[in-house]
């Protein structure tokens, strides 16, 4: 399209005079993986005006608040980093939930940005000022305002709790597994779980030795292959550290070997049948009680739901004090839980494995575009955003690692966080070349590929008809991109501009803050 390179800005009113809140070139929500990658990112492309808002009171997203027993990832430690921040201490082929909240801490320390953290900070509201041209962002700690604002808030970020009858009754404690009561024992004590999620499937196996009484609760069951972990020897640490090369190799090996996941789902189906066998092998050889291996055994294709990974769940579930629930509930009691069939079951404490709230995120109704309307609202039918990133509506607003067709099911998402970091380093490059003052995506760029992502799903096994957090309360998968991470990767290498609007700096704000104007 030939545009010029901005689109002049309407002259507007000013607002009146007083104290301008703390204003900053880019505010980035969030220091998982997403919200640091893009401070490490913008601090190395000379970008010193940014600030990052975290609520809690230490960086690592998930990592750091999910703390339950046996949390372990389920993507091998080789590609489970920054590719520019390798870790040679691993140990664990699936590292520990602990160790990633340590390397994230690191990372945070070795690329200088604790300087510009802002702990204890929770945005309340970001909402887009279209006089002023840019963010107005209120915050537990007081008000900002920014050029461009970067939502690193991840998509595991906010538990998602059961609506269940009485549950605030309860005599006991009751805690999601996110959000784990550490001052609580368990000891000997009569436990509930509810749900068999990938939470559940580490949490029971953890616990189970020392309860006096598990009851396990299931909604439906998942699919569950074998978990290929190892410990990682002295001399292989050794070896990536004194030889980074060698790393490089093994990580690029790995996820070469994890993109070849992506063929059962999308074009060979025949390779999802070989893994359903695989899985069934494993309940097999694990669950000798031929009834509780029928009540495990899910109803759905493999792949439709998230494939969990296991050596010790199916054990955990054959023991003596434990035992498995399908029945429904009906409502929770001062005693314990009561299931439709109305037996009562007493216990003494109840724990939440009931995963996140990944398509209706809690963010996406306090983000604000032109229009006074949140993402939420914007979403209503369906999450829209061109590669995940940008959305029609939504000016300087850009979100990594939670945007709609972002997500994976058989490869690392840091890889995808990363290739999102590059399009919005190559955005804010076109930006600043052009010499204007805002970037907005065209809605039917972001329209346009968002269709493209639905009609690709069509026919794969995430839409063969299960119930999962891939999906919106609309049955659409919003939440997986359908296909390799490469193919993302290879659109995101390149900043399509005529996908986007350019506009100048409105003039009361050139003049006041000295932006500059277009280009010669």
């Not at 006089?131 to 604002?149: F, K, P, S």
């Not at 990363?418 to 490059?429: T, W």
């Not at 399509?496 to 932006?515: H, K, N, Q, V």
Request: proline share 6%; net charge positive.
């Amino acid at each position: 399209m030939n545009e010029p390179h901005c689109i002049e800005a309407e002259a507007k009113p000013t607002r009146p005079s007083g104290p301008p809140p703390e204003h900053h070139r880019v505010v980035i929500v969030g220091t998982g993986f997403s919200g640091l990658g893009a401070a490490i990112r913008l601090l190395q492309s000379g970008e010193r005006d940014l600030v990052v808002l975290e609520r809690a009171g230490d960086v690592g997203g998930c990592w750091r608040d999910n703390t339950y027993p046996g949390i372990q990832c389920d993507v091998q430690s080789d590609v489970y980093s920054f590719s520019f921040a390798p870790n040679a201490s691993w140990t664990r082929a699936f590292p520990w939930g602990g160790e990633i909240h340590t390397y994230l801490r690191h990372c945070a320390d070795r690329f200088g940005v604790r300087p510009f953290l802002r702990l204890h900070t929770e945005v309340l509201d970001a909402a887009w000022d279209d006089d002023a041209q840019r963010w107005r962002i209120e915050t537990t700690t007081g008000a900002l305002t920014a050029d461009l604002l970067v939502s690193g808030h991840g998509a595991l970020s906010a538990p998602a709790k059961p609506r269940l009858r009485g549950l605030e009754t309860f005599g006991g404690p009751v805690f999601h597994s996110a959000e784990w009561r550490h001052d609580v024992s368990l000891s000997g004590k009569r436990v509930a779980v509810i749900g068999t999620g990938a939470s559940a499937i580490q949490v029971v196996p953890a616990i189970q030795p020392e309860v006096a009484r598990l009851l396990v609760f299931q909604r439906s069951p998942a699919w569950v292959m074998p978990r290929p972990d190892f410990a990682v020897s002295r001399a292989r640490r050794l070896l990536f550290r004194h030889l980074p090369v060698a790393q490089r190799l093994a990580r690029s090996l790995r996820f070469g070997m994890l993109e070849t996941r992506v063929l059962g789902i999308l074009t060979r189906p025949e390779l999802l049948r070989v893994a359903e066998l695989a899985a069934r092998r494993h309940l097999r050889a694990q669950v000798a009680d031929e009834r509780l291996r029928e009540q495990l055994t899910p109803r759905y294709a493999i792949g439709c739901k998230r494939i969990l990974l296991s050596n010790d769940f199916y054990p955990a579930l054959c023991q003596p004090n434990a035992a498995l629930v399908t029945t429904a509930i009906r409502e929770v009691t001062a005693a314990g839980v009561v299931t439709e069939d109305g037996f009562r079951r007493d216990v003494d404490a109840i724990v939440l494995c009931t995963g996140f709230h990944v398509a209706d995120h809690p963010m996406t109704r306090r983000i604000r575009g032109r229009d006074g309307r949140s993402l939420a609202e914007h979403w209503e039918h369906g999450a829209r955003a061109y590669l995940g990133v940008n959305v029609p509506s939504f000016p300087n607003l850009f979100l990594l690692g939670s945007g709609p067709h972002t997500g994976l099911g058989h490869n690392s998402i840091v890889y995808m966080i990363e290739a999102q970091i590059g399009y919005l380093l190559a955005a804010l490059g076109e930006l600043k070349q052009r010499g204007c003052a805002t970037i907005e995506v065209r809605d039917e760029a972001a329209r346009s590929f968002t269709d493209e992502m639905q009609r690709r799903l069509r026919g794969t096994v995430w839409s063969s008809g299960c119930s999962s957090f891939y999906l919106d309360k609309e049955g659409h998968n919003v939440a997986l991109w359908p296909g390799f991470a490469t193919t993302y990767a290879w659109r995101a290498r390149r900043f399509e501009a005529d996908l986007y609007t350019f506009r100048r700096a409105a003039p009361a704000r050139a003049a006041a803050d000295g932006s500059i104007g277009e280009r010669a």
